[in-house]
């Protein structure tokens, strides 16, 4: 399994895919997926912008 991603399971048996994340001690669902790849992607969306929100936190308090 990929990292942020896990399997669960529908009533109806199905299986399906939720995202999460935890960013600064927060824990932050991302939502559920029909595959895993389509849950790594969002999982990888989602870093990149909390990492890019980050950084440009950073910058305007140098300033």
Same mark, same amino acid.
């Given at each position: 399994? &990929?990292? #942020?991603? %896990? &399997?669960?399971?529908?009533?109806?048996? +199905?299986?399906? %895919?939720?995202?999460? @994340?935890?960013?600064? #001690?927060?824990?932050? !669902? @991302?939502? !559920? *997926?029909?595959? +895993?790849?389509?849950?790594?992607?969002?999982?990888? +969306?989602?870093?990149? @912008?909390?990492?890019?929100?980050? &950084?440009? !936190? *950073?910058? !305007?308090?140098? %300033?």
């Amino acid at each position: 399994m &990929k990292p #942020g991603v %896990y &399997k669960a399971t529908r009533k109806n048996g +199905e299986p399906y %895919y939720r995202g999460n @994340i935890t960013y600064n #001690g927060k824990h932050i !669902s @991302i939502g !559920s *997926f029909n595959t +895993e790849a389509q849950c790594n992607r969002a999982y990888k +969306e989602a870093w990149k @912008i909390l990492k890019d929100k980050n &950084k440009s !936190s *950073f910058l !305007s308090k140098q %300033y």
